[in-house]
């Protein structure tokens, strides 16, 4: 069975730094496209980032230069570093890949961040 | 990367069908047939609806479908359930080969 798990969230000071994990099983992380969604308290969805299959990366531009996107396929895992952190970056953050179509369709359940002095 | 557009909020008695729309521009929407759709209820995360404009996955209900004119994406919902009650997001590939996500449509079921 596909399955994402997402790890290190936790309180941060602005300025400061993260790096989330998203460890995949069920499947090989390099086989597909993995992205990362964010969700602030009260708010929508909000693209943050993806790593297709071929390796190429991008960014939403509220994250550009300051986050970045990798994988491990050791262990079966993709990372988001997140340097420069702000409170407008505090959310609940998802990781997903498709499992049909182009779309999201396998979901972790999620790993909160909260910047705050 | 501007996000597309949906109504804040929508709503219908059990058994009406509702619409909720998804407007993009040339460079997401209009251009390619990778819209999809998520329902978010409380607390969970996101469930795909339906994906490529028009597909269900397996285990949806068939009281969801999706439609695309021009750079208008489209979810409608048919005969209106209480558990349908929940926040909607819709999604489009872009030129630029990132993402973009709607605003969200809180649906009510009244």
């Known amino acids: 069975e596909m399955q994402l798990v997402e790890s290190g969230g936790g309180v941060i000071q602005p300025g400061g730094s993260l790096r989330l994990s998203c460890e995949a099983s069920?499947?090989?992380?390099?086989?597909?496209?993995i992205t990362w969604v964010r969700q602030g308290p009260g708010k929508g969805l909000e693209w943050v980032s993806i790593i297709y299959a071929g390796g190429s990366t991008y960014y939403a531009d509220s994250v550009k230069g300051r986050f970045t996107i990798s994988r491990d396929k050791s262990k079966n895992t993709v990372f988001l570093q997140m340097n420069s952190l702000r409170a407008e970056d505090t959310a609940m953050y998802y990781c997903a890949t498709p499992n049909i179509g182009f779309s999201f369709g396998l979901w972790g359940q999620g790993t909160l961040v909260t910047v705050s002095s | 990367q501007s996000a597309l557009t949906q109504p804040a909020s929508v709503s219908g008695s059990p058994g009406q069908s509702i619409t909720i729309s998804c407007t993009g521009t040339?460079?997401?929407?209009?251009?390619?047939?990778?819209v999809s759709w998520y329902q978010q209820h409380p607390g969970r995360a996101p469930k795909l609806m339906i994906y490529?404009?028009?597909h269900r996955p397996s285990g949806v209900s068939n009281r969801f479908s999706g439609s695309k004119s021009g750079n208008t994406a489209s979810l409608t919902i048919s005969g209106l359930q209480a558990e349908d009650e929940a926040d909607y997001y819709c999604?489009?590939?872009?030129?630029?080969?990132?993402?973009?996500f709607g605003g969200g449509t809180k649906l009510t079921v009244l």
């Open positions: 069920g499947f090989i992380v390099t086989t597909n496209y």
């Open positions: 040339r460079g997401d929407v209009a251009s390619y047939n990778y």
């Open positions: 999604t489009s590939y872009t030129s630029g080969n990132t993402w973009v």
């Open positions: 490529d404009v028009s």
